[in-house]
T-cell receptor, first 112, second 116 residues
Framework: EAGVTQFPSHSVIEKGQTVTLRCDPISGHDNLYWYRRVMGKEIKFLLH????????ESGMPNNRFLAERTGGTYSTLKVQPAELEDSGVYFC??????????FGPGTRLTVT | AQKVTQAQTEISVVEKEDVTLDCVYE???????LFWYKQPPSGELVFLIR??????QNEISGRYSWNFQKSTSSFNFTITASQVVDSAVYFC?????????????FGEGTQLTVNP
């Protein structure tokens, strides 16, 4: 069974540009989460989808971040416009019931 | 608010030594889950264990063992006879079902280096 996949693995963009990160969860997992780790700090929650609905988006830092999950399958996280402080590793996770979340390899975003 | 503290930023040991990674948590929830994840150099987060707040039994899985103590709000992780392949960043995490649902609150991680 394929695990959680994320694309791209690494993205380098300039401040002010737009970047879209993609996450493909494990097939059959209704729950999808986004997290990020900035500057070697703790991994912080961004938001949680149940199928195509946003269950909890309390961790989204501001309105430059837009997450979607079309048809309850893959999800995208768009950052527009990107700022320097957005640099970090963005993780996606999926789960069946929420208690055991399986993480992808992450996307390392560098904003210069 | 929920919080997870991993006071050890980095630990370095020699192969075959035992090592304990500390995790202290704060939550007002009575029902919560505690987790450990491993992040090897390849970058993905690998699930290791989940414990619920009503089960304080210690658990052993091969060379790994976990000590959950509600009295001290700790969920420590011990690796016995460490190996070079154990080198990774280890994260402790918490989800409090009453206040935060299934979202995870992570500690800052402990970088473990096992030297040959």
């Amino acid at each position: 069974e394929a695990g959680v996949t994320q694309f791209p693995s690494h993205s380098v963009i300039e401040k002010g540009q737009t970047v879209t990160l993609r996450c493909d969860p494990i097939s059959g997992h209704d729950n999808l989460y986004w997290y990020r780790r900035v500057m070697g700090k703790e991994i912080k929650f961004l938001l949680h989808f149940v199928k195509e609905s946003k269950q909890d988006e309390s961790g989204m830092p501001n309105n430059r971040f837009l997450a979607e999950r079309t048809g309850g399958t893959y999800s995208t996280l768009k950052v527009q416009p990107a700022e320097l402080e957005d640099s970090g590793v963005y993780f996606c996770a999926s789960s069946i019931r929420g208690y055991e979340q399986y993480f992808g390899p992450g996307t390392r975003l560098t904003v210069t | 608010a929920q919080k997870v503290t991993q006071a050890q930023t980095e630990i370095s040991v020699v192969e075959k030594e035992d090592v304990t990674l500390d995790c202290v948590y704060e939550t007002r929830d009575t029902t919560y889950y505690l987790f450990w994840y491993k992040q090897p150099p390849s970058g993905e987060l690998v699930f290791l264990i989940r414990r619920n707040s009503f089960d304080e039994q210690n658990e052993i899985s091969g060379r790994y063992s976990w000590n959950f103590q509600k009295s001290t709000s700790s969920f420590n992780f011990t690796i016995t006879a460490s190996q070079v392949v154990d080198s990774a960043v280890y994260f402790c995490a918490l989800s409090g079902l009453e206040t935060s649902g299934s979202r995870l609150t992570f500690g800052e991680g402990t970088q473990l280096t096992v030297n040959p």
